[in-house]
């Protein structure tokens, strides 16, 4: 093979540092996870027998490319219940990351800027290199909350998109009212494309979670099942925005992954009539025992949703400091630098039964005292 056959496009980026952590944790014995971003409760019973039944009835072949009526009509019927837009479609996409990879190859042209909030979802500079986007960072240390005056200062004639995530991975910021309106309505007066990606939505413990589409309807909505229904692995997500991009998202669709799995499709079809509020309450007891078992040793932005911590590391950066981890405690975190320009923080994920979280707490707690 010649070195020349390799697109010059994948030297934009490198693999992901997340899963550099899962193939050395696929070698450790009994290690302390906290590096997984998916849930530990499995996808709910009633959800696995329509998954089942769709398959025992021979829901197998392809789907329709926007998705099928059973979930896409659902989907409509409670995204139009709360935003009333009326020019708003929605479409079924092959989990959320497909619908960010179709986002930007329809609204991102070469040159074009995309503001990034750091720390960042590690998916986000990525695509955004792939299709010749610059990426615009916009750093929101030390509380991780969003300076409105700062990004109206990035815009520029050359801005494209602004990607918003709140709760966000991987610091578990959620932003408030006052937040998510002003970047909904600094979009909206700047012509620039909000993509808010609310994977998360569900896991929101301190208030209410807003999306910048209740203020901003020309906002594209990214979200899935993955995450609040424990079904990472079937891969369905959706977007919801202007007719427009919903349109063009699709035709990219038909060329690039065809479909979301069939069968899995009904399955979330009934997972929209489970209540998982429960889970989420679980999650929310999880967040508060990493709170206060590290509150003495570390500082910590009290996460207001999804299921992560984004500490300070005590001394050294964060490459050096995971690296003790792993290698004196069998601890699984994730380097700060994964996800950001710095290198001073470390991810953890609280998606992890109760005994292993009080495992790695009591590890942090000894290697603050190195």
Same mark, same amino acid.
């Given at each position: 093979?010649?070195?020349?056959?390799?697109?010059?496009?994948?030297?934009?980026?490198?693999?992901?540092?997340?899963?550099?952590?899962?193939?050395?944790?696929?070698?450790?014995?009994?290690?302390?996870?906290?590096?997984?971003?998916?849930?530990?409760?499995?996808? *709910?019973?009633? @959800?696995?027998?329509?998954?089942?039944? $769709? &398959?025992?009835? #021979? +829901?197998?072949? =392809?789907?329709? !490319?926007?998705?099928?009526?059973?979930?896409?009509?659902?989907?409509?019927?409670?995204?139009?219940?709360?935003?009333?837009?009326?020019?708003?479609?929605?479409?079924?996409?092959?989990?959320?990351?497909?619908?960010?990879?179709?986002?930007?190859?329809?609204?991102?042209?070469?040159?074009?800027?995309?503001?990034?909030?750091? *720390?960042?979802? @590690?998916?986000?500079?990525?695509?955004? $290199? &792939?299709?010749? #986007? +610059?990426?615009? =960072?916009?750093? !929101?240390?030390?509380?991780?909350?969003?300076?409105?005056?700062?990004?109206?200062?990035?815009?520029?004639?050359?801005?494209?998109?602004?990607?918003?995530?709140?709760?966000?991975?991987?610091?578990?910021?959620?932003?408030?009212?006052?937040?998510?309106?002003?970047?909904?309505?600094?979009?909206?007066?700047?012509?620039?494309?909000?993509?808010?990606?609310?994977?998360?939505?569900?896991?929101?413990?301190?208030?209410?979670?807003?999306?910048?589409?209740?203020?901003?309807?020309?906002?594209?909505?990214?979200?899935?099942?993955?995450?609040?229904?424990?079904?990472?692995?079937?891969?369905?997500?959706?977007?919801?925005?202007?007719?427009?991009?919903?349109?063009?998202?699709?035709?990219?669709?038909?060329?690039?992954?065809?479909?979301?799995?069939?069968?899995?499709?009904?399955?979330?079809?009934?997972?929209?009539?489970?209540?998982?509020?429960?889970?989420?309450?679980?999650?929310?007891?999880?967040?508060?025992?990493?709170?206060?078992?590290?509150?003495?040793?570390?500082?910590?932005?009290?996460?207001?949703?999804?299921?992560?911590?984004?500490?300070?590391?005590?001394?050294?950066?964060?490459?050096?400091?995971?690296?003790?981890?792993?290698?004196?405690?069998?601890?699984?975190?994730?380097?700060?630098?994964?996800?950001?320009?710095?290198?001073?923080?470390?991810?953890?994920?609280?998606?992890?039964?109760?005994?292993?979280?009080?495992?790695?707490?009591?590890?942090?707690?000894?290697?603050?005292?190195?």
């Amino acid at each position: 093979m010649s070195v020349h056959w390799i697109a010059d496009r994948t030297k934009c980026f490198d693999s992901s540092g997340i899963r550099k952590v899962f193939d050395l944790g696929a070698k450790l014995k009994n290690p302390i996870n906290l590096s997984i971003g998916q849930p530990d409760f499995d996808v *709910p019973e009633l @959800v696995r027998q329509a998954a089942i039944d $769709a &398959i025992q009835d #021979g +829901k197998n072949g =392809y789907a329709l !490319t926007q998705g099928m009526p059973v979930l896409r009509d659902k989907l409509q019927g409670r995204i139009d219940q709360e935003f009333r837009h009326g020019d708003r479609q929605v479409f079924v996409a092959s989990g959320t990351s497909g619908a960010l990879v179709l986002a930007m190859m329809a609204l991102v042209n070469p040159g074009d800027e995309v503001i990034v909030f750091d *720390p960042f979802f @590690v998916m986000y500079n990525s695509l955004a $290199a &792939i299709v010749g #986007g +610059k990426v615009v =960072y916009i750093d !929101t240390y030390p509380d991780f909350r969003i300076d409105l005056d700062r990004v109206a200062s990035a815009i520029t004639p050359r801005t494209k998109m602004i990607l918003f995530n709140s709760p966000a991975n991987p610091t578990g910021a959620a932003a408030g009212p006052e937040e998510v309106e002003g970047i909904a309505r600094l979009a909206e007066e700047r012509n620039v494309v909000l993509v808010s990606d609310e994977i998360y939505r569900g896991f929101s413990y301190d208030g209410p979670f807003v999306s910048p589409a209740k203020y901003n309807p020309e906002t594209l909505v990214i979200d899935g099942f993955s995450k609040s229904s424990g079904m990472p692995g079937w891969r369905v997500g959706f977007a919801h925005g202007p007719r427009a991009i919903i349109q063009e998202m699709v035709k990219l669709q038909q060329y690039t992954f065809v479909c979301a799995p069939h069968p899995f499709q009904w399955a979330a079809a009934a997972a929209m009539d489970i209540d998982m509020t429960p889970q989420f309450e679980t999650y929310r007891r999880k967040r508060d025992m990493i709170v206060e078992g590290l509150a003495n040793d570390y500082e910590l932005v009290t996460p207001g949703g999804a299921f992560y911590a984004f500490p300070k590391v005590p001394w050294g950066t964060g490459t050096e400091f995971v690296t003790k981890a792993i290698e004196e405690h069998q601890l699984l975190i994730i380097p700060g630098n994964v996800f950001s320009r710095r290198d001073t923080h470390f991810r953890i994920s609280y998606a992890a039964p109760d005994a292993v979280i009080e495992r790695g707490i009591e590890a942090l707690k000894k290697l603050a005292k190195r």
